[in-house]
């Protein structure tokens, strides 16, 4: 499956942006997805994912009740809607694919992933 990340920008503090994540060869209803970000001189993290029915979803404790995440299946995309945005959210923002379908706390981790988009960036003025 081929991932495609669009949405980044430039957004000052208390701002929003909606990042999209459109797949290719594959189907979102299949996969596991996740959203990670990577900030200059650290290494990528986990953001938000969301398992193949949608019913399960997780968020790191930085972005919990700020970003949230959803995927429309017939579009096969998913959305990380963010919001009240902060400096610190300033990264590329990789949205990726598990095609175990993992549930569970492993969904969190970056290795649990096989496909990967190739990043898009957001910056957030203070």
């Known amino acids: 499956v081929q991932l495609q990340a669009s949405g980044g920008g430039l957004v000052q503090a208390g701002g929003s942006l909606r990042l999209s994540c459109a797949a290719s060869g594959g189907t979102v209803s299949r996969y596991g997805m996740g959203w990670f970000r990577q900030a200059p001189g650290k290494e990528r993290e986990f953001v938000s994912t969301i398992s193949w029915s949608g019913g399960i979803i997780y968020y790191a404790d930085s972005v919990k009740g700020r970003f949230t995440i959803s995927k429309n299946n017939a579009k096969n995309t998913v959305y990380l809607q963010m919001n009240s945005l902060k400096p610190e959210d300033t990264a590329v923002y990789y949205c990726?694919?598990?095609?175990?379908?993992?549930?569970?706390?492993?969904?969190?981790?970056?290795?649990?992933?096989?496909?990967w988009g190739q990043g898009t960036l957001v910056t957030v003025s203070s």
């Open positions: 990726a694919a598990d095609r175990n379908n993992i549930v569970g706390r492993a969904m969190m981790s970056v290795n649990e992933y096989d496909y």
